[in-house]
């Protein structure tokens, strides 16, 4: 069993490399950057584009260890604010990895594929647990929806594509937007 997870380690690792240096590459590229037999790749990844997704979602797993899912002083627009910051800073430093993600979520598959990219609603909706009770479940789940549009490479997109904004300006912009849905929803 260690052994099946460091070898799926170290492809993700090895596909987060080449990825970052811009390329796309195939199972087989990974496998021998990895020095693993291609044989044994293909058993955990059947396409690039599955390869290329899960290597995105690990380094976002592991980017967002520690991250404080509340405001120490209970503040939920801080919590919001900080949650969102934290989110749009770990996409940044890994921006070209999400871009190639987001660019093979986007080809139209013909095969419906999971869900993925979760992440974030859960995370969003641990840092307002305290608002829980005090907002309609709907205005809760439409919040969370909400700031998730300030939480992703999507974000990155709109912001500095065709906004022009800066890393400064576009989490000065997200931190403002997670600020105003959190009182919006506090108003009702």
């Keep these: 069993m260690r052994q099946k997870q460091r070898t799926r380690r170290v492809l993700l690792a090895s596909a987060r490399a080449l990825v970052a240096e811009g390329r796309a590459p195939s199972v087989a590229e990974v496998a021998d950057h990895a020095g693993i037999s291609r044989s044994s790749a293909y058993r955990y990844f059947s396409t690039p ?4 997704q899960e290597a995105v979602l690990d380094a976002l797993a592991s980017a967002m260890d520690g991250v404080p899912a509340t405001a120490p002083e209970g503040d939920p ?17 890994n921006e070209v990895l ?63 594509d065709v906004c022009g904004q800066d890393e400064a300006a576009m989490e000065a912009t997200a931190r403002w937007a997670a600020r105003a849905l959190v009182e919006a929803a506090l108003r009702g």
């Design 77 to 93: 627009a801080q919590a919001a604010e900080g949650m969102v910051a934290a989110i749009l800073a770990m996409v940044l430093r």
């Design 49 to 52: 584009e599955a390869m290329v």
């Design 98 to 160: 999400f871009r190639a993600f987001l660019a093979e979520s986007v080809k139209g598959q013909e095969d419906a594929a999971p869900r993925r990219g979760g992440r974030r609603v859960v995370w969003l909706s641990e840092a307002l647990a305290p608002l829980r009770g005090r907002v309609p479940a709907e205005v809760f789940e439409r919040l969370v929806a909400g700031l998730s549009l300030f939480a992703g490479i999507e974000t990155v997109v709109v912001l500095r």
